[in-house]
Each structure stands twice: as C-alpha cells, then as structure tokens.
C-alpha cells in the first residue's frame, strides 16, 4: 500500500513503540504503570475497568475480530487490583467510585483462555467475594455464553440488575446467515431463566434493521419476536457493510430506505415495552446513585442518577448528594426517566 513502511501485527502492537523507536523491550516496558482507570463522564462515580480484549466469534457483520484480534483475558489478580484502587474504602472516601463496570469487547469469554479455564461467573464471584465494591454491573454480554446457573450471582444484591444480550434479530434464518451462535428459542429460554431468578431485572438488547436478505417474512419474525420478549429497551442499527465482512458481499442486500423505515418500526416496538418495565416501578422505592448534582440555589440541588436496573432517576433535595446511594420513591415517568422523592430519614 502505498505510504506505508511498517506493519505491526495485532498480537505484536503491545512492541509497538520499541520497535519504531527501536529503544530496548526492558527500557521501555515499565510496567506496573501507575494507572488512571477511566470513571466515564461521572467523575468517579462509576469506573469501567477492562477485563478482556479481542474477540473469537465470526458474527458475518462484524469486523470486530480482525481489529482486535482473538480474546485475551486480564488475570484475576490484577482486576482485582484495579478495583481495590477505584473503590478505595467506599465507607470513608467520599470519592471513591460507587460502581464499578466490567468491559470487554467479548465479555462473556473472559477465563476460556487461561490454561486451566476460567467462566465470567467465576470472576464475578470473587471480585464480589474479595473486594468492597458497592455496586457491580456488567456490560454487553453474548447470550450464548451464558447459562441457567449465570443467574444465581443475583443472590448477592451488589450485582446490579441489569443484562444487556445483544440479539440482532428475532429470526432464526436471519441469525444462522449473522453467524450468531443462537436461537430466538435459545434466547427466550434464557431471558425466562433470568426473569425467574431475578424477576426485576432489565433486559436490553441490540437489533440490526435491515440485514442482507432480510424478506418481509423475516422482518415480521423480529417484530414478533421482541413484542414477546419484552425487552426493558435497547439499540437499533441500521444495517451497513463493513469492508472485509462476509455480509458485505451478501446477495439481496436491503434498500436503503426500507432499512431506515425498519428501523423505525423496530425502535417504536422498543419504546412500548421499554415504557411498559418502566411503568412497573412507579410508586417503587429504589436505590439510586446520584451521579449529576446541580445547586438550584442555596438550599436546593437538582439530583440525577441511576438506579442498579438502569433506570435514569432526577430529584431536587435540600443536601448535595453526589456520590452517594440513597433510597428514592419512584413517583413519575417524564421524558424517558423518573422524578422521584427522598423519603425522609
């Protein structure tokens, strides 16, 4: 290609630096670096900390494995450190992180690269077993990766109540030309075993409107299929190519328009059942962490924050409560969140 003189593969970008620079690997590797975990745009009310990197599936839409190359763990060991170092005794530092979020590009798959495997369950379990963490929530994890024995980790009330499975579509012949190792039956005998063993937790998910090949038929299927379901909200994309995926060449692919005019269909179906969760919790007590305070004046601030099961809450109250978690009648739904009460002490 023309301009370029050196490339660095995947596995390899880790020398990158010495290489170029062509400095020695023991001088330039300093680790254990001092490290900022990343809070997110909270401040340090919640810290997202990476436990995994890359990706092994083979999702036909997806060039996720090729720019990240196969999924590689973090040891148990140093997760635990980087957690340690953002709670930092919760009880008595006003500042310390109140949440902490497991990433990962492939999050489920965390430990199946260890010599001696590992499950996410597993990593769960100790960090809620070894550490102070108020709260403990999950991003983004694959359904096929999970099992009916996943949801008894909702026994500890710390794991935040929240799933986000990404489906991508409600049909079956849609799902096996993705390459997704699932089925709309597989997933809703998951999603049942969740509700049964934590029955208010919020599910979300990810749709792709307009996938190539995508009849009518399949389309109806997908509708179907999340009307069932029920989820508490979630995202949908428009289909596009990415360069180097098998959908790319795909025959059949879907107009332009009718993938915009799918997508609309598909978010509007969401949105129903998105206010339907949230309508079950009004007149509820809740937990909230607030993560946004604004002085209204001097004896008032405007609170906002978010309760386990993701649901976005504002108040006003008399104490600035930033950082703190605090029990919160649900009163109403206004634009797509509650306003609420502290009940007094």
């Given at each position: 290609m023309p301009g370029v003189s050196q490339v660095i593969p995947n596995a390899e970008k880790d020398h990158l630096v010495p290489q170029v620079l062509?400095?020695?690997?023991?001088?330039?590797?300093?680790?254990?670096?001092?490290?900022?975990?990343?809070?997110?745009?909270?401040?340090?009310?919640?810290?997202?900390?990476?436990?995994?990197?890359?990706?092994?599936?083979?999702c036909s839409f997806c060039i996720t494995t090729l720019a990240?190359?196969?999924?590689?763990?973090?040891?148990?060991?140093?997760?635990?450190?980087?957690?340690n170092e953002v709670v930092n005794d919760s009880s008595s530092n006003p500042s310390s992180a109140?949440?902490?979020?497991?990433t990962g590009v492939h999050l489920g798959s965390w430990g199946s690269d260890f010599s001696n495997p590992l499950h996410l369950s597993d990593l769960v379990k100790t960090i809620l077993r070894d550490t102070d963490v108020p709260r403990l929530r999950l991003s983004s994890l694959e359904p096929w990766d999970l099992d009916e024995d996943f949801f008894s980790l909702w026994d500890d009330t710390r794991l935040c109540r929240h799933l986000h499975l990404p489906l991508q579509s409600g049909s079956a012949d849609v799902l096996r030309r993705m390459?997704?190792?699932?089925?709309?039956?597989?997933?809703?005998?998951?999603?049942?075993?969740?509700?049964?063993?934590?029955?208010?937790?919020?599910?979300?998910?990810d749709l792709i409107a307009g996938f190539p090949g995508e009849t009518e038929q399949e389309f109806l299927e997908t509708m179907d299929f999340v009307r069932k379901v029920s989820f508490a909200?979630?995202?949908?994309?428009?289909?596009?190519?990415?360069?180097g995926t098998a959908a790319e060449s795909m025959p059949d692919q879907v107009p332009?328009?009718?993938?915009?005019?799918?997508?609309?269909?598909?978010?509007?179906?969401?949105f129903e059942s998105e206010?339907?969760?949230?309508?079950?919790?009004?007149?509820?007590?809740?937990?909230?962490?607030?993560?946004s305070v604004t002085s209204l004046d001097s004896d008032i601030w405007h609170l906002r924050g978010l309760t386990d099961n993701y649901l976005r809450v504002s108040t006003q109250a008399p104490h600035q409560l930033w950082n703190q978690i605090t029990p919160v009648l649900l009163t109403r739904i206004k634009d797509r969140g509650f306003e609420g009460v502290i009940p007094p002490i």
């Open positions: 062509n400095i020695p690997e023991e001088e330039f590797n300093l680790e254990p670096l001092s490290r900022e975990l990343i809070p997110g745009a909270r401040l340090r009310t919640r810290a997202f900390i990476k436990v995994q990197d890359g990706c092994d599936n083979r990240r190359g196969r999924g590689r763990s973090r040891p148990v060991a140093d997760i635990l450190a980087n957690i109140k949440e902490v979020v497991l390459a997704r190792k699932t089925t709309p039956g597989a997933f809703a005998s998951l999603v049942e075993a969740a509700r049964a063993a934590c029955p208010e937790i919020a599910i979300t998910t909200g979630g995202h949908v994309f428009t289909y596009s190519p990415r360069p332009f328009p009718l993938r915009k005019e799918r997508n609309a269909m598909v978010r509007e179906v969401l206010q339907a969760y949230q309508n079950h919790f009004i007149n509820h007590t809740l937990p909230v962490l607030w993560e």
